[in-house]
Antibody, heavy 121, light 108 residues
Framework: QVQLQESGPGLVKPSETLSLTCTVS????????WSWIRQPAGKGLEWIGR???????NYNPSLESRVTMSVDTSKNQFSLKLNSVTAADTAVYYC???????????????WGQGTLVTVSS | EIVLTQSPGTLSLSPGERATLSCRAS???????LAWIQQNPGQAPRLLIY???SRATGIPDRFSGSGSGTDFTLTISRLEPEDFAVYYC?????????FGQGTKVEIK
């Protein structure tokens, strides 16, 4: 069974950089796209972006200027950095796996439990 | 960007009743690349349906999806206590992938 676990600071100061890591267990990280998705309290889900194990990325245009994703296949982990954060970036952040490489498999079949990140001084 | 609008916002039903949830897209969702996701408080979201009508692994057959183009439906034939949750539709036909705002199914 594939499991994903987010980790990182729960509190980030405004204008600083939010950094999260997702550790994958139960399968190799290779040959899949891996995404970050967030959910502000009481609101819906927003896709942030995704990374393939080759390092190729796609980002949501709404966040593209502030987002960087990376992958470490040796540790079965991938990471998110979001810079210049404001209170509007306060949310539960989820990592998720895309079922496969082809377009027909671009749905999220496994999700992490999520981690709350609060932006506050 | 494809905008997904879900209705109703909240559905109040009793266990054993049938639930019908709607998802309408602002433009055609190519190849019916639409998924339904269940979210319970404090739990990881769970994939229910992909490709508009295919059940994910381990999902009971009381969950069914239908639709194409811009109109999609999730049906829960007989609500079980664990089905009271929030449901999101999500399109993966074009980037950025987008989600509906959710339908909450609550106990009446």
């Amino acid at each position: 069974q594939v499991q994903l676990q987010e980790s990182g600071p729960g509190l980030v100061k405004p204008s600083e950089t939010l950094s999260l890591t997702c550790t994958v267990s139960g399968d190799f990280i290779s040959y899949y796209y891996w995404s970050w998705i967030r959910q502000p309290a009481g609101k819906g889900l927003e896709w942030i972006g995704r990374i393939y194990t080759s390092g190729s990325t796609n980002y949501n245009p709404s966040l593209e200027s502030r987002v960087t994703m990376s992958v470490d296949t040796s540790k079965n982990q991938f990471s998110l950095k979001l810079n210049s954060v404001t209170a509007a970036d306060t949310a539960v952040y989820y990592c998720a796996r895309t079922a496969g490489y082809s377009g027909s498999l671009n749905y999220f079949d496994y999700w992490g439990q999520g981690t709350l990140v609060t932006v506050s001084s | 960007e494809i905008v997904l609008t879900q209705s109703p916002g909240t559905l109040s039903l009793s266990p054993g009743e049938r639930a019908t949830l709607s998802c309408r897209a602002s433009q055609r969702v190519g190849n019916s690349y639409l998924a339904w996701i269940q979210q319970n408080p404090g739990q990881a979201p769970r994939l229910l349906i992909y490709g508009a009508s295919s059940r994910a692994t381990g999902i009971p057959d009381r969950f069914s999806g239908s639709g194409s183009g811009t109109d999609f439906t999730l049906t829960i034939s007989r609500l079980e206590p664990e089905d009271f949750a929030v449901y999101y539709c999500q399109q993966y036909a074009g980037s950025p992938w987008t989600f509906g705002q959710g339908t909450k199914v609550e106990i009446k």
